[in-house]
């Protein structure tokens, strides 16, 4: 079957308030046409056609993509006339689904499912049964249940309007009529628009079969088009990932007081404690401990690892078995191997720090390479940068970096070798050797400390 998706993101979303075009605007972490372009996706359409209008070159940069296919709206005249725009552009499709950019949870199984029940000669529609469906268009029946037209809000009748059964908006068109039908329809209603909805009952009056979906979930057919709802959908999600968590395997202490925004794979055993943000890719295996506060971006976290509260990682491979923080920062580049320890007020960017290594305190380490069982002294800096250029500093196994150390970089320390607290080390310093790099202590005796000045 030849599948075309259609997606309507023209319109402005005046109730953001917002320099943003709507369909921009986030839900965890990603646009909501983001979303909505990822869910298309998985159905392995020929072709995403994204109908834009509102903030139109903001949107195709932001999310471009050699899949889709931009299709400017240049009025909007209506959700009917907005499909029509991309009809030029569908070929021999068995079937359009059309889409809507500003509602982002819908399901790529619920979209499969209404795909598969129209098939390529029946129209399919997703409805929504609700307690209260104020503002959305009506699913009329006959006597005998049979679909026989959508009702906008604003064009029903009073008896029309108890009706609880809503249109999403979603739905699957049939390829050989779209053209058709969106071609014919007409303004000729309470909004002066051009309803998409209207084919509905130009495919009762042409006898094709109408195939009726629900969402498992009501939160997949909501949209945004204000900031509370926005933050809705945006609980709701969160929601959703927190119970994928657990499922999986990770004990949670407050599923509602953990975000994630990007693709977060976990193993099992696993415990996060509150306030944890997991940003981009962040792989968790088996057994790893999250303490309070963390923000952890585009990092992987090995077997048996803790992390302690308020540190942050980015760019991270934490090795098995390593013990991190509280308050330590995880820069870009960072790999740690197994057992490493990072303690409180530490930073590393570009370091790659050897087994059993350990900065327990104060210290930064850039453009690093520290071998195996390291002891790094507290308040150490490796002095990477000259204002122009970074430098690495090498430092072999069994290193022992006394307190206060400033590491002169390009430097080489030696396996086994030792500094002296407080040294500013600038030369490499040789295998085994103790390098001391600091003015040596003068000492006067009965030393007399000076009196207040009287006046
Ligand atoms: C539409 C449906 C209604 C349904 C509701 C669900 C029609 C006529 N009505 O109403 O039955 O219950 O959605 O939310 O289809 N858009 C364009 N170009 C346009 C017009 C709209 O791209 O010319 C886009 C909007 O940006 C939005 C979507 O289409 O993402 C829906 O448009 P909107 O005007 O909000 O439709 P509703 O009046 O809510
Ligand atoms: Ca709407």
Redo the contacts with the bound molecule.
């Keep these: 079957m030849i599948l075309d998706i259609v997606i309507?993101?023209?319109?402005q979303g005046t109730r953001m308030r917002s320099a943003l075009p709507k369909v921009l605007h986030s839900v965890a972490g990603k646009s909501m046409l983001g979303h909505v372009i990822d869910c298309a996706r998985a159905l392995s359409p020929r072709l995403i056609h994204v109908?834009i209008?509102h903030g139109a070159d903001l949107v195709r940069e932001t999310l471009d993509g050699n899949d889709l296919n931009w299709v400017l709206?240049g009025e909007?005249?209506?959700?009917g006339?907005?499909v029509a725009q991309a009809l030029p552009y569908i070929i021999d499709a068995d079937q359009i689904l059309v889409l809507?950019?500003?509602v982002p949870l819908l399901r790529s199984d619920t979209l499969q499912r209404l795909s598969n029940q129209a098939g390529s000669s029946t129209l399919g529609l997703l409805t929504v049964t609700m307690d209260d469906p104020t503002?959305?268009?009506r699913i009329v029946r006959n006597g005998a249940g049979q679909v026989q037209a959508?009702v906008?809000q604003k064009d029903a009748s009073a008896k029309q309007l108890l009706i609880t059964e809503?249109?999403?908006?979603i739905m699957a068109l049939p390829g050989k009529q779209a053209a058709d039908w969106l071609t014919s329809l007409s303004n000729d209603n309470a909004q002066r628009?051009y309803?998409?909805?209207d084919v509905v009952a130009l495919a009762v009056a042409s006898k094709t079969g109408i195939e009726v979906a629900q969402p498992e979930d009501e939160v997949e057919v909501m949209?945004a088009n204000n900031r509370q709802q926005l933050s809705v959908l945006e609980r709701s999600f969160q929601a959703r990932e927190a119970l994928r968590l657990m499922t999986e395997g990770v004990t949670l202490s407050d599923p509602a007081r953990l975000d994630v925004r990007g693709d977060v794979v976990v193993g099992r055993d696993i415990f996060m404690d509150i306030n944890v943000v997991l940003e981009g890719l962040v792989t968790i295996e088996d057994n790893v401990e999250i303490g309070p506060n963390c923000v952890i971006r585009n990092s992987v976290i090995r077997r048996g690892s803790v992390i302690k509260a308020f540190s942050h990682l980015d760019g991270a491979d934490v090795g098995e078995g390593c013990d991190i923080g509280p308050y330590a920062r995880l820069r870009p580049g960072t790999r740690l191997g197994r057992g490493a320890k990072v303690g409180n007020f530490v930073e590393t960017k570009k370091a790659d720090i050897g087994a059993g290594s350990k900065i327990n305190h104060l210290s930064y380490l850039g453009d690093a390479v520290v071998g195996e069982q390291v002891n790094i002294g507290a308040g150490t800096i490796t002095c990477n940068y000259d204002g122009v250029n970074k430098f690495v500093t090498h430092i072999g196994d069994n290193v022992f970096i006394g307190s206060n150390t400033a590491l002169v970089a390009p430097l080489k320390v030696g396996a086994g070798a030792t500094t002296g607290a407080g040294s500013t080390i600038t030369q490499d310093v040789p295998t085994g050797a103790l390098a001391v790099g600091r003015s040596r202590q003068r000492t006067i005796e009965n030393w007399q400390r000076p009196l207040k000045k009287s006046d």
């Design positions: 309507l993101a023209a319109g109908v209008g709206q909007q005249l209506g959700t006339h907005a809507y950019g500003d503002g959305y268009g959508i906008e809503a249109n999403t908006g628009e309803y998409l909805t949209g």
